[in-house]
């Protein structure tokens, strides 16, 4: 399997995260029902705490000062959770209640709140916890402006706890992602959902909604994606039996 833990590129550990984040928490939840059928799965709990809060944790730490949250299903309850319980974070609603968008037509409509610079966009659903370093931080730390359209925190196969798929990238030494995983094959990396993204790689979208794979697929073909190995533990909180597997593994901390 290939192996890659740090980009080519010198880091530089000064480097501040980037401001703004997108958070997705639009989606259906169709893996996580029941828990799903009366909330939306940003609010179901792992840990003693709604999923979406792990995620505003990590942002919070790492200093980002704007989220965009788009939201769709059961939006009022996350548009009310947001209000009541993030207050140091400024928090901007993409509201697709009418039609839900997808990945890659979330960010097509948050576009214009996103602004101009790289900006962090994380799975509202996701669950990790930092090695030596903030993984945040560590991205922001590997981004390259000039190479980069996309700068994904993967977690090798292996690591990948709960994980029952069969990775979804293959990366070079230097730590460019060169291509998705072939059907009937397995990738050594798995995308964690955590990744810094320039605002330039959102064009030439098609109408309606659609998946971020196809901005993804265009990166990769020109050079431009890339991928940073995170030092910490993650998992895929996909599925309600992955709860008390995660919550055993937190519990041991």
């Known amino acids: 399997m290939t192996s890659a833990t740090t980009l080519s590129i010198r880091p530089n550990p000064a480097t501040p995260a980037p401001e703004t984040a997108m958070v997705l928490a639009a989606g259906l939840g169709k893996r996580m029902r029941p828990l799903t059928a ?12 709604p999923l979406i809060e792990h995620v505003f944790d990590r942002l919070r730490a790492a200093g ?17 959770h947001l209000k009541a319980r993030v207050k140091d974070i400024e928090v901007i609603v993409s509201d697709e209640r009418p039609r839900l968008m997808e990945t890659g037509g979330g960010l097509v409509q948050a576009r214009g709140l996103l602004g101009d610079k ?15 370093i903030d993984a945040i931080r560590q991205l922001a730390a590997q981004w390259d402006d000039a190479r980069m359209d996309f700068l994904q925190l993967v977690v090798p196969l292996a690591r990948a706890n709960n994980h ?22 397995v990738a050594p990396f798995v995308n964690t959902g955590v ?14 909604p659609f998946s971020t794979n196809l901005f993804w697929d265009r990166a990769i073909a020109d050079g431009r994606m890339w991928g940073t190995v995170h ?23």
């Open 38 to 49: 009366t909330r939306p799965k940003p609010l179901v709990e792992v840990a003693g705490k």
């Open 64 to 80: 980002v000062k704007r989220a965009v949250v788009n939201v769709h299903y059961l939006a009022d309850q996350v548009e009310a």
């Open 118 to 132: 790289p900006f962090l966009c994380v799975n509202s659903d996701n669950l990790w916890v930092d090695g030596p």
């Open 164 to 185: 029952r798929g069969r990775g979804d990238w293959r990366m070079d030494p230097h730590g460019r992602i060169t291509e998705r995983r072939k059907p009937g094959r």
């Open 195 to 208: 990744q810094i993204v320039h605002p330039r790689a959102i064009a030439d979208w098609p109408e309606g």
């Open 231 to 253: 030092q910490g533990l993650w998992f895929d909180v996909g599925t309600p039996a992955a709860i008390p597997e995660t919550e055993a593994v937190l519990s041991e901390m």
